[in-house]
Structures are given as C-alpha cells and as structure tokens.
C-alpha cells in the first residue's frame, strides 16, 4: 500500500477507492459533517449527521434485534464474527489505508490497528463456545447451584479518534457472541473508518443471515452520543475517551442504573533501572513515546530514570529521536505522522511551555515541521523534556509525542513517582534485576490495569484484559475475561430432591 502523493486531491480519491472496497455506498453520502484529513488538512468528504430522533430509532431497533439475537446460541453467533474477521482480513489495506487518511497513522501501525480488530474476531469465535458459568455445591442435599450468563442488551459504543476501529471492534465482537447488539458513535474525527468497519459487518450480517439492525453506527457531534448514553434501552454503555468525557457519562449512566465501562486518560510511565538492558529499553520508550504521534491512550509520557544512568540514557535518546523520520504516513520512510488537528498541536505547545516554567529543560523537539507545505496539518518533532520533579504539567495527559524525563534514587521512590498521577492505565519497568520486576508487578507496585516488565506501555495484545485505574475509569476491555461485562449472570438453585429444606437451616411451615 504504497503511495507517494503528488497532489491533494488524490487522497480523496484513495479514501473513496478504499470506502467503495469496503462496501460503503459513497454517492450516497453528503451533509453538513466535513470529513477531513490531518495528512494535509483537506476535506475528503461531507457526511450526514444523525439528528435525536433518528438515533432513537436506531436504539429502538438494535433493542428489537436483541430480542431475536439473544435466542441465537452463542457459538452461531461466533458465525456471525467469524464471517466479519475473515472480511476483515479480505479488506485489511482498504480500511488501514482509510485510517492513515483519517487519523494519520503510519501504514505499518494502521495495518496493525485492523490486524488488532481480526485478532479479537478470532477470539470472539474461540470464546462464542466458552462462555462458561461455575456450579457450586450447594449446602441442601439434592440440590445443584450453578451460574449462567445471558445476553445483556444494547451495548452503546463511543469511541476515540486514536483507535478509530480497532476498539470498537473489541467491544463489538464480544458484545455480538455474547448475545448482544450494539449502536455505535465513533469519533467525529474518524466517521469515514467508522463507515468502513460497519459496512463490513453489514456484509458478514448478511453472509450468515443474521438480524440486519443488530448494529447501528451513529454519526453525530456530543449531543448525538448523550442520546445514547441517557437511553434506558442501553443496558451497558462503552466509552473511551477523555477524563472529562468519562465524568460527565459515568454519573449519567449510573442515575439510570446502567452501566458503564471506561476507559479514559492514561499517563504512562516507564522506571529505568541501572541493570537494565539500555539498548532495548532505548526502543521500547522511542516506540511507546512516538509511535502513533504519541497518540495511544497508552503512549509513554513520563520516564523515570535511575540518576546514575539519566544522562547516557537521555543521550541515546535524543540520538535517536533525530534519526526519526517525520511527514507523510504515506510515505513508508515516515515513522511520525501528524498530530490529529491544531488543538492537539496547541496542547502540545502549551504543556512545554508550562513545562520550561516549572524548572523544565526541552532537550530536543517540540517546533513543527513543513508547515509552510500544508497549513492545514500538524507534524511535530517530538520533544524530550528534563524536569527537575513531577510537577503540575507531568500530572496532566497531553495527547502528543511529549515524553518527561526524571530521575530517582531507590526503587520504592520510583515505584511512588509512577503511582502519583491520578491516571492508571499503563505502566514499564526495564530492568534485569528480578526483585525489582517483581515488586513492580506486587500489589504494593504499580498502581496501573498494565504493568510490564522489559517492554514499552503501549501495544498490547488482545488476550489480556486492556484497561486501569483511578480516573482512567476502572473498565476491561478485550481478552481475558472481560467479556462478562457484556453478559448478565443469573443464579440457579435447582432442587431434586423432593423435599424443601431451607438455606441457613430455617425452619418454617
Ligand atoms: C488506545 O489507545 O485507546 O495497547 C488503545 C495499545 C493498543 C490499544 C490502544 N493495542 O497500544
């Protein structure tokens, strides 16, 4: 998929090229919402807003499906994701060629990003025969006690525009084998790789035969997804997004005793031992702190450094920040792409200021590149700043390829840094001395839903549970067994034994 642009206008092109592939009926589009691009700033498409009302019906629909789909047992419903995974891998290049477009990702990640949505379906399809309950000996003879898990309902999905399929797909593909249809807003940013996805599963939807309104995809602004997140029909409502997102949805949600899984902020650190292997940790932080722009709710923010080794390490870095090539995910040189807009950029530049203010010293990056070439879109050098503590600024998520630099003395300090922000998704240690990983991974460690060892904090698999603490929201996305999430578990006591013994030993009649 490698194209070098000589002109604008081709991107619209691609992007429309891509969309027909995917089964989206492109001449159909138009509206009021401008689809553009961070790649250069131009408007690829104009797209329709959903208004309340038809939203509502969309819920209204995806509630009728559930009454049908919830009787469909589970492993036919992994039919149903197992058909969307394989057109998934049919049309990898198309969708990960819309995502470059539509959030500038470099080729390899957005191939990566859709290889994520295959890899849930095939675990989806595995799951669809495992949704297991437990049986419990009961205390009464002839009794059996045993759990089972049911479909939930309608899962309502907001999602970001940094992952603009791939998390929606980790909470669709569950949902779907778990019984489950979904109404889906994705960012207003990404609406274009929405398209893409949800036409592919329109087709597997037909494939297998299965309820065409078990999925609606919703394209609206904020007041569009509050529609969603205060309709009682929804029984579980699926956010990732900011802090302040998850704030004003959470109280929401639980005020009509939904429920709500999110997954918010993430400002991630790394502890550099002095026994760590420096060259590969030297990798793992320039993936994690760059790659996807510095993007990924899990992208590296904060390294904490053992004082005996911060300024070889800082050398190697910078070193090797200047050897990254940014610009165009287009083309494959490119290993930074754009910032998502201006706001972003603003951010940026606003936290290193902050940063300089509070003692910080900018070691290298910050400044923006070839703006002159395209007005409308924002790459950036990614910066390293030196800050003398963890002051005010390093507390805060900024949403850029900017990367903190402290230090410690003792382990335990370090383990206290890495805990004081109030975020808690993702967490490092590099380090070859095996106490210290394992005290990092003890309940006294990090504080965070990832904690790893000899690895960056960003690019985790779909097998284990992905999500963290604190304000990022407390929920589990993905692997492991987050499906129960997505399900309602109900406890049966069956008696056989043809008399009514009572629990607890109460006698009574
Ligand atoms: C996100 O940024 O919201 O672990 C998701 C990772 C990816 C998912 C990130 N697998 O970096």
Request: proline share 5%; net charge negative; charged share 20%.
């Amino acid at each position: 998929m490698t194209e070098t642009l000589t002109h604008t206008s081709e991107l619209a092109a691609i992007v429309r090229g891509a969309l027909e592939a995917c089964g989206v009926n492109v001449d159909g589009l138009g509206g009021p919402h401008e689809a553009s691009s961070p790649l250069t700033g131009e408007v690829l498409m104009t797209l329709p807003v959903n208004t309340p009302a038809e939203i509502d019906t969309m819920i209204g629909r995806a509630h009728e499906a559930f009454k049908t789909w919830r009787d469909v047992p589970a492993p036919l419903r992994g039919n149903l994701v197992k058909r969307w995974g394989e057109l998934l891998t049919e049309h990898k290049e198309d969708l990960a060629r819309i995502v470059t477009a539509e959030a500038g990702k470099i080729q390899s990640e957005a191939l990566g990003e859709v290889q994520e949505m295959i890899d849930i379906c095939d675990f989806a399809v595995g799951l669809s025969r495992q949704l297991y309950g437990k049986t419990m000996p009961s205390e009464r003879p002839g009794h059996r006690l045993m759990e089972t898990w049911h479909p939930l309902g309608v899962v309502g999905i907001i999602s970001a525009f940094n992952f603009p399929v791939a998390v929606y797909s980790w909470n669709t593909a569950l949902a779907l084998v778990c019984g489950d249809t979904v109404v889906w807003k994705p960012s207003g940013m990404t609406m274009l790789s929405a398209l893409a996805a949800d036409a592919l599963l329109a087709r597997a939807v037909a494939d297998v035969d299965a309820p065409q309104d078990l999925h609606k995809l919703v394209l609206a602004n904020r007041s569009g997804g509050q529609v969603i997140v205060d309709d009682p029909r929804v029984a579980l409502l699926s956010a990732t997004g900011s802090v302040r997102m998850g704030q004003e949805i959470a109280p929401r949600v639980a005020g009509r005793f939904g429920r709500a899984l999110l997954e918010l902020g993430g400002n991630n650190a790394a502890i550099i031992a002095p026994s760590a292997d420096l060259d590969l940790a030297l990798r793992g932080i320039v993936f994690a702190a760059v790659g996807t722009a510095g993007q990924r709710c899990t992208s590296m923010r904060r390294l904490i450094v053992h004082d005996s080794i911060v300024d070889e390490l800082t050398d190697k870095l910078v070193n090797a920040y200047a050897t990254l090539r940014i610009g165009t995910p287009l083309d494959e040189g490119n290993l930074i792409g754009p910032l998502i807009n201006k706001s972003s950029f603003d951010g940026m530049q606003n936290a290193i200021k902050s940063a300089q203010e509070q003692g910080g010293t900018v070691l290298c990056g910050g400044g923006r590149v070839n703006a002159g070439d395209e007005p409308g879109a924002y790459y950036v050098e990614p910066a390293i700043v030196r800050m003398p503590a963890q002051t005010a600024v390093v507390k805060d998520e900024t949403f850029a390829p900017l990367l903190y630099v402290m230090t410690y003395t003792d382990f335990d300090e370090a383990i206290a840094i890495q805990n004081d922000v109030p975020q808690g998704l993702s967490s490092a240690v590099f380090t070859n001395d095996q106490a210290e990983a394992e005290r990092f991974m003890s309940a006294s460690g990090s504080d965070c839903g990832i904690a790893n060892v000899n690895i960056g904090t960003s690019g985790a698999e779909i097998g284990g549970a992905f999500g963290g603490e604190k304000e990022t929201g407390g929920g589990r996305e993905s692997g492991s067994d987050s499906w129960k999430a997505y399900m309602r578990q109900a406890t049966n006591t069956v008696n056989y034994s043809g008399q009514l013994p009572l629990a607890q030993g109460v006698k009574f009649l």
